[in-house]
Structures are given as structure tokens and as C-alpha cells.
């Protein structure tokens, strides 16, 4: 990596160029992705936005690193991804904790994977108490509502200080006031701890509300077809008239703006 | 996971509705007199009685051993009975006796009828003849004159089970684990599993008294092999219905293969190891005893033949209870295990 990981970059540069991805071999392909490019500076908050099923959550797993592209390539920093690796967290929309194991110790799993829990375990109790959960360490996953289940799987993957945090519709599966909640604890983390990140959703006033650029896939095979930088400081609100242009702006470019 | 839970919770719950409604009521009026029991103590009083005072009915051979013995003795734990019964609620070491034997009320009128009739239809009225039936008197008899050979091939069978779950135990965990895991063991065991697993042990019998260098080993093999197929075909499908996002988020953390299988495979398939181990028991039990009874010249397996040379069918119903007790407390200490390592999936545990 050529990039030193000093204060004002610490989070990474992402280089999607020319992904081109399918599903299944020979006949039978499946193409998801077509020629998709796309930067995502240093700390930026970028959301993919696009119909459902139409490939963004793919797009998520190759930036991850979980996949690799059938066609293009994918580089942080400089350096292309070709294997999941610790400086970029992905958090699901499930919150996928471990059953078995108690809310500390789901926190604890990335350090423990790299073998750093034993000199690095205050991290976790940090990590607890960025999310506010620290009173429910010793709980087990099945005891904690949907919003705390989804705050946990948030604090497993801020415990590794991660460059790129990727969201796969995080908030998909929360009540809508949790989920208001939660947005603003996400921009509010994201101010704080300076990782770039990558959202996937289909809720536009939740892109709009969170992401300095808007990035609006089509049906499958996903293409980018707009781009719509959000111009507002933070922390927004979401009463504020150029967000509902944004948003009717958004929604055309779905072709949903009919409803308007 | 939920479908092992409810499979292996199915004969735990031995609580009666009946129970529940008992000890409602003990928690409303803690000193008053309890019925249950009253019922209880008579009942038991009238079973005490009639062993002892209705004489036995004279067969060919001398008279049943300790029938006057056992009268008395249950005359005596049926005022002891209703002692707990009456004045329970007014000490508190009787309070708490009380409280243990409320749950089990009407077991404790059930049981002394049922044993009552027993004890009818053999010793007082022969109606079921001798030497196929005997009184209760008569195994109080065989546990009293026998307890060393009993309690001797007792202490066998729990050591050979022991060693053959044992081995069986690790050895389908780890066949079931690494066929779970890796698709090239996986093409070679897999069908070497389907075609000699159903395989019944008992089968492998006559042959592995042959190849064995002792009839012992051979029924530790074979309990072993009963007990290793459940465990390794159900551990092999809890490893491969693993959630796959938990392998996701762990690699994506950085984690190693080795961490993937010992901190994430593993514990994910822990409940149906469980469900395996519970059916290897069932099937090691079987083949345990019929070992005992083919080659193996100890265990209660053993002693079932054994007796049975005698004709000595009072000892095979002393035996068989023994066997029934034994088992079944190997199969609760088996739930005890796993209600321990799997209490992250009970709704009730406390923080």
C-alpha cells in the first residue's frame, strides 16, 4: 500500500473499474453487474442505490473482497482486492451474531481472529460503548431487540478500526424508528472515526439522508445510471427542502417519480 | 437448530400439569395439611398390610424371603409419609421433604397399587406362577444375596459403554466434522457412510469375535461403530447448515481456515452433535447388551444369560431394572452436559 494510513487518510480509496460480473457458467450465466466504475475517496460516504435484486449487494461482495469480479478490477489504495481482509468490514443486514456466544465476545471476534483480544481487549469494551451497549456485555444475542442486535454486528465491525466499512442494508430489517435512530448514529460514527463507506439500500431518503454522493444502479444487470452529489452539511435534516429535490430528483432517475 | 432442541427436549419433561396445580396451592397455605399425601400414606399403609399380614400362598418350595420385612418397612415409610403430610407445614426440614415430594403426589398413590397388585397376583394368589413371576420380596431377595455380581457387572457395562461411546463419540465427530468441512473427504467417506452405516453393529458380531484379539475389544469396536455413525452423519449436516454469513463476517475479520472450523463450524453444529450423541446412546445400548450376551463374560448382559442359565428369572428382573436405571441416568447425564454447553439457547439464562 502506498497510501501511510496518517489521520487525514485514514479512510481507504476504492477503485471499482469496468466490473463486469455473472452468476453460473456456460449457457446458464446469470450477468448482475455491467461495467460498473466507481470512486470512493478517502473518508467519503457514498450509497449505492438502485431496485432490489438488481446486483448492488454483489457489487458489496466483491469490494469486500468475500467474491472476486468476473471481469475488471477493484483496488484499494492502489492495490488490487483479491481476499476479504480485516481493514474492510462488512455489516449485513442481518445482524449474523453468533447465537452462542455472549455480546462481548461477538464483539471480540474480529480481534480474536487475528489473535490481537489478549493485548487489544479494551478495544471491545470501546467499541461497546461507541454503540452504547456496554450494560449488555454478558447477554446472548437471542436476549437483545432487532436495533441492539444490529447495533452489536455495528461495534463488532468498528472494534477493527476498519478503512472501508461496507453496508449492506443494515437498517433493512429495524422498525422505522430505530432506524431513524440509526442513521443518525451511523453519521455520527462515521464524522467520528473517518472510514470511507460504502451503502447499499433501496430507502432514497435514507441515501440521501446519509451519503455525501448517491450513486443510482439500474435492473438487473445493475449499470450506474446517475450520480447525484447530496451538497448539505452535516448533521441534516430531514425537512430540509433540498433534500425532497434531491429525493424527487432520485426517484425519476428510478422511474418512480410518477407518484410525484 | 430449533428442531434439535425440540427433539431433544421431547422426553425431558416429566413434570405433570397435575404437579403444577399441587404446588400452586402449597405456595397459598404453607402450614395447612397436604391430601395428596394423606391419600399417599394410606395408600402405601394398605400395601404395607397386606404384604404382611395376608399369608403368602404356599408354593412347592419354601416361603418368599423377606415378605414380613418388607410389610414393615413400608408401613413404616407410610407414617413417615404422613407425618410430612399433616405436619409438614410446621418444621421446616419436613417443609422442604414436602415441597420435593409434592411434584411426585400422585406417582406416590399410583405406585403402591400398582404394587399392591403385584404383589397379589404373585406371592398371595399365585395367580401369575412361579418361576417366570416373584413378588417384590423376592428382588429385594436377589439385591440383598447378589449385590456384588450385580453391582460388579454393573460397574463393567458402564466401562465398556464408556469406552466404546468414547471412542465412537470423537471418532464421529471428527469424521463428521471434516466431511462437513472438506469436499475431498467428503468424496471419499461419504459414500463409504452411506453404505455401512445403516449397517446394524450386531451384524459385524461373529466377525469381529473372529478378527479381535479379545471378545472385549470387539465390543468396544462395535459399540464404538454404533455409536460413531449418528454422531458423524448428524455433525456432518451441523457443519454444512452452518449459516454461511457466519463464515462471511469472520473472513472478512481476517480469520484463518483453522478458526473457521474450531470457533465458528463447530460450536454453530454443537446441537446436533448433541442429537447425534443421544442416538448413538440409544444404538450403543443395544449393542452393548448383545455382546454381553454373545461373547463378552461380564456386564449385565452377561448376567441376563447367566441367570437365565439358572433359570433364575427373579435375577433377570433385578438386573433389568438395574440396566433400565443405569441407562436412562447415562442418557440424563447426557442432557445435563448439554443443557450446560448449549444454554445460549435457552430463553431463561440470566445475565
Known amino acids: 500500500m502506498v497510501v501511510a494510513a496518517s489521520e487525514s487518510t485514514r479512510g481507504a480509496r476504492i477503485d471499482i473499474r469496468a466490473v463486469s460480473h455473472a452468476f453460473g457458467d456456460g449457457d446458464k450465466q446469470l450477468p448482475v453487474l455491467d461495467s460498473v466504475d466507481l470512486k470512493v475517496a478517502p473518508g467519503e460516504f457514498v450509497a449505492l442505490l438502485g431496485p432490489s435484486g438488481c446486483g448492488k449487494s454483489t457489487l458489496l461482495r466483491l469490494v469486500a473482497g468475500l467474491d472476486s469480479p468476473s471481469q475488471g478490477q477493484i483496488l484499494q489504495d492502489g492495490a488490487p482486492i483479491d481476499r476479504p481482509d480485516p481493514s474492510r468490514i462488512v455489516v449485513f443486514q442481518d445482524p449474523t451474531l453468533y447465537p452462542w456466544r455472549r455480546v462481548r465476545d461477538n464483539v471480540a471476534l474480529g480481534l480474536q481472529a487475528r489473535g490481537l483480544l489478549r493485548r487489544e481487549g479494551h478495544r471491545v469494551d470501546a467499541a461497546l460503548r461507541r454503540v452504547g451497549l456496554e450494560a449488555f456485555a454478558r447477554a446472548f444475542p437471542h436476549q437483545l431487540s432487532g436495533g441492539m442486535a444490529q447495533r452489536v454486528a455495528l461495534a463488532r465491525a468498528l472494534v477493527n478500526d476498519p478503512r472501508l466499512l461496507v453496508l449492506d442494508e443494515p437498517l433493512?430489517?429495524?422498525?422505522?424508528?430505530?432506524?431513524?435512530?440509526?442513521?443518525?448514529?451511523?453519521?455520527?460514527?462515521?464524522?467520528?472515526?473517518?472510514?470511507?463507506?460504502?451503502?447499499?439500500t433501496h430507502d432514497v431518503e435514507e441515501a440521501l439522508f446519509l451519503a455525501q454522493r448517491v450513486i443510482v444502479f439500474s435492473q438487473r444487470p445493475a449499470r450506474i445510471t446517475a450520480e447525484i452529489p447530496v451538497d448539505l452539511p452535516y448533521p441534516r435534516h430531514r425537512g430540509d427542502p433540498r433534500l425532497t429535490e434531491l429525493r424527487h430528483e432520485a426517484l425519476r432517475h428510478l422511474g418512480l417519480d410518477a407518484s410525484w | 437448530?430449533?428442531?434439535?432442541?425440540?427433539?431433544?427436549?421431547?422426553?425431558?419433561?416429566?413434570?405433570?400439569?397435575?404437579?403444577?396445580?399441587?404446588?400452586?396451592?402449597?405456595?397459598?397455605?404453607?402450614?395447612?395439611?397436604?391430601?395428596?399425601?394423606?391419600?399417599?400414606?394410606?395408600?402405601?399403609?394398605?400395601?404395607?398390610?397386606?404384604?404382611?399380614?395376608?399369608?403368602?400362598?404356599?408354593?412347592?418350595?419354601?416361603?418368599?424371603?423377606?415378605?414380613?420385612?418388607?410389610?414393615?418397612?413400608?408401613?413404616?415409610?407410610?407414617?413417615?409419609?404422613?407425618?410430612?403430610?399433616?405436619?409438614?407445614?410446621?418444621?421446616?426440614?419436613?417443609?422442604?421433604?414436602?415441597?420435593?415430594?409434592?411434584?411426585?403426589?400422585?406417582?406416590?398413590?399410583?405406585?403402591?397399587?400398582?404394587?399392591?397388585?403385584?404383589?397379589?397376583?404373585?406371592?398371595?394368589?399365585?395367580?401369575?406362577?412361579?418361576?417366570?413371576?416373584?413378588?417384590?420380596?423376592?428382588?429385594?431377595?436377589?439385591?440383598?444375596?447378589?449385590?456384588?455380581?450385580?453391582?460388579?457387572?454393573?460397574?463393567?457395562?458402564?466401562?465398556?459403554?464408556?469406552?466404546?461411546?468414547?471412542?465412537?463419540?470423537?471418532?464421529?465427530?471428527?469424521?463428521?466434522?471434516?466431511?462437513?468441512?472438506?469436499?475431498?473427504?467428503?468424496?471419499?467417506?461419504?459414500?463409504?457412510?452411506?453404505?455401512?452405516?445403516?449397517?446394524?453393529?450386531?451384524?459385524?458380531?461373529?466377525?469381529?469375535?473372529?478378527?479381535?484379539?479379545?471378545?472385549?475389544s470387539a465390543a468396544v469396536f462395535l459399540i464404538a461403530l454404533a455409536t460413531a455413525f449418528p454422531v458423524a452423519v448428524l455433525t456432518w449436516s451441523g457443519v454444512a447448515s452452518v449459516n454461511k454469513s457466519y463464515y462471511d463476517v469472520a473472513r472478512t475479520m481476517g480469520a484463518s481456515e483453522a478458526f473457521l472450523v474450531l470457533r465458528v463450524a463447530i460450536p454453530a453444529a454443537l446441537p446436533q452433535v448433541f442429537v447425534g450423541l443421544f442416538m448413538g446412546l440409544g444404538a450403543s445400548f443395544s449393542v452393548l447388551v448383545t455382546a454381553e450376551m454373545m461373547g463378552v463374560k461380564s456386564g449385565l448382559g452377561w448376567y441376563l444369560t447367566w441367570a437365565q442359565g439358572w433359570a433364575s428369572y427373579v435375577n433377570m428382573y433385578a438386573a433389568l431394572i438395574v440396566m433400565a436405571l443405569l441407562f436412562s441416568g447415562v442418557i440424563t447425564l447426557l442432557f445435563a452436559v448439554r443443557d450446560r454447553a448449549l444454554s445460549w439457547q435457552k430463553g431463561t439464562v440470566k445475565w
Open chain 2, 1 to 216: 437448530m430449533a428442531t434439535s432442541h425440540q427433539t431433544l427436549d421431547a422426553p425431558l419433561p416429566l413434570a405433570g400439569s397435575a404437579g403444577s396445580a399441587g404446588s400452586a396451592d402449597a405456595a397459598r397455605t404453607p402450614s395447612s395439611v397436604w391430601p395428596v399425601g394423606i391419600v399417599a400414606a394410606l395408600t402405601w399403609g394398605g400395601f404395607g398390610a397386606l404384604t404382611w399380614r395376608w399369608p403368602n400362598k404356599v408354593a412347592g418350595f419354601s416361603d418368599w424371603a423377606y415378605t414380613e420385612e418388607l410389610g414393615i418397612a413400608v408401613l413404616v415409610a407410610a407414617a413417615a409419609l404422613l407425618v410430612v403430610a399433616l405436619a409438614g407445614g410446621y418444621a421446616a426440614p419436613l417443609r422442604r421433604v414436602r415441597q420435593t415430594l409434592r411434584h411426585a403426589g400422585p406417582w406416590l398413590v399410583a405406585l403402591p397399587l400398582v404394587f399392591a397388585a403385584w404383589e397379589i397376583l404373585t406371592a398371595k394368589t399365585a395367580l401369575l406362577p412361579t418361576p417366570f413371576f416373584a413378588p417384590p420380596q423376592a428382588l429385594i431377595e436377589v439385591y440383598i444375596d447378589d449385590w456384588r455380581r450385580l453391582g460388579d457387572s454393573a460397574l463393567n457395562t458402564l466401562k465398556l459403554l464408556g469406552f466404546g461411546v468414547a471412542y465412537g463419540g470423537v471418532a464421529g465427530f471428527l469424521i463428521g466434522v471434516s466431511i462437513g468441512w472438506s469436499r475431498r473427504i467428503g468424496y471419499w467417506v461419504h459414500p463409504v457412510l452411506r453404505v455401512l452405516g445403516p449397517l446394524p453393529s450386531t451384524a459385524l458380531l461373529p466377525l469381529t469375535f473372529y478378527f479381535f484379539p479379545s471378545s472385549y
Open chain 1, 172 to 200: 433493512g430489517k429495524l422498525d422505522s424508528l430505530t432506524r431513524l435512530a440509526m442513521q443518525s448514529d451511523l453519521v455520527e460514527l462515521w464524522q467520528r472515526a473517518g472510514f470511507s463507506a460504502l451503502l447499499v
